[in-house]
């Protein structure tokens, strides 16, 4: 099962920059969207859904905000719903779960805390909810593979100026910590599995030349719950792949 997660930065923007062309040849089982800034009546037909398959969608109320997918051509999930409880969340088009009998498929667009520090708490709450969200699935004994723009670097090696950005919403410690409660769960970071080393990264500033001189962060992660680690063939991040401020990253899991 091949499971495929990219921030859009918008989908439509995306869809003028060969999206389409990119889906065909990626053939992925799961296509993970965040920030996909639609409405309803703005999802491309072409995508609801795509061929051959089946798409769902969470919309986020402001306009040209936020908002997650999951376009599926692979095995199908025996059901999706729209978020995990809090309405606040649903809102804002932050979560997809995606049930596949034997572990569910969540796909999040955590909020950023970049916007000022009433942002930062917000972000803090969502991961303290779903965070215990999570912690009572795996008390059900459900596997979970949680995909998505997580909006936290979790170590130094995971963005190219630490020292510079302690302060900077990402990578400040009260939002490492909120991160970490996630893999006190026993959740493990598919990309660390294969790569340890840094200079890996995920998203760019859209500051001149960020991105060509590989000035970054990895906050985009595929984690899975301790039971399918040994499912994991492969995991990668895809920096050649343009059309946004952020790469996609996938998984190739034997289930």
Partial sequence: MRIVS???NGLRAAMQKG??????EEQADVICLQETKLQADQIPASLNPPPEGESHW???EKKGYSG??????????RSVQIGFGPRRYDEEGRVLVADYGRFLLVNGYFPSGSSGMDRVDF???FYRDL??????????????????????????????RPDTNRTTSGFMPIEREALERIFDL???????????????YSWWSQRAGSRERNVGWRIDYVLVSEDLRG???????HPDVMGSDHCPVSVDLAL
Avoid: C, Y
């Fill in 6 to 8: 990219w921030n859009v």
């Fill in 19 to 24: 999206f389409e062309g990119w889906m065909a």
């Fill in 58 to 60: 969470s919309h986020a």
């Fill in 68 to 77: 997650v997918a999951m376009l599926v051509k692979g095995a199908r999930p």
């Fill in 123 to 125: 972000k803090l709450e």
């Fill in 131 to 160: 965070t215990d969200w999570l912690a009572e699935r795996r008390q059900e004994g459900r596997g979970i593979i949680l995909v998505g723009d997580l909006n936290t670097a979790r170590d130094e090696i995971d963005l190219a």
């Fill in 186 to 200: 026993g959740f493990v970071d598919t990309f660390r599995m294969f790569q340890p080393e840094g200079g890996h």
């Fill in 231 to 237: 499912a994991v063939r492969s995991a990668t991040i």
